[in-house]
């Protein structure tokens, strides 16, 4: 339980992952003929719901990543066109090289920086989800990894 309190901490990591934590419920309801259809139900609603969120949740941080991003390239192609105004001519073409592309890359290493900070988080906690279920085999993904 302390263990899914943890999970909770970042939203986006327990909206992803809630759809491994509801597939044995989901497995026993097709196994058990007894059980009452509207469990299924609430099980597809959840991990609908879940996914739902999370895709929500991911959309958002690139959006932020995104924003962050294009601020960071305003203050550099303001900063670089500064300095092509007090620059001699002959400088103008590595300017505006720099202004076009290299400018660029920052708004791009940004969103994939955010999700690189991201994925530690989700493989620490996708391996704690397998070590209930298989236990001391869950390590193997690591070497994989």
Do not use: E
């Not at 932020?64 to 073409?93: C, D, E, F, H, N």
């Not at 994925?119 to 620490?124: G, N």
């Amino acid at each position: 339980m302390v263990f899914l309190c943890r999970v909770t901490t970042h939203p986006l990591v327990f909206a992803q992952l809630i759809t491994p934590l509801m597939l044995p419920f989901l497995i026993q309801f097709v196994l058990i003929a007894a059980t009452p259809y509207w469990y299924g139900f609430v099980y597809l609603i959840t991990i609908l719901v879940a996914l739902l969120v999370g895709s929500l949740l991911n959309y958002q941080g690139f959006l932020r990543g995104w924003t962050l991003g294009l601020k960071v390239r305003s203050i550099l192609i303001t900063l670089l066109y500064k300095k092509a105004l007090r620059s001699p001519t002959g400088q103008s073409g590595l300017i505006v090289n720099l202004m076009s592309t290299d400018a660029q890359v920052f708004t791009d290493t940004i969103v994939f920086v955010m999700q690189g900070l991201l994925a530690p988080v989700q493989i620490f906690v996708a391996i704690g989800l397998m070590w209930q279920f298989v236990g001391p085999f869950s390590f193997v993904n690591l070497a994989v990894l």
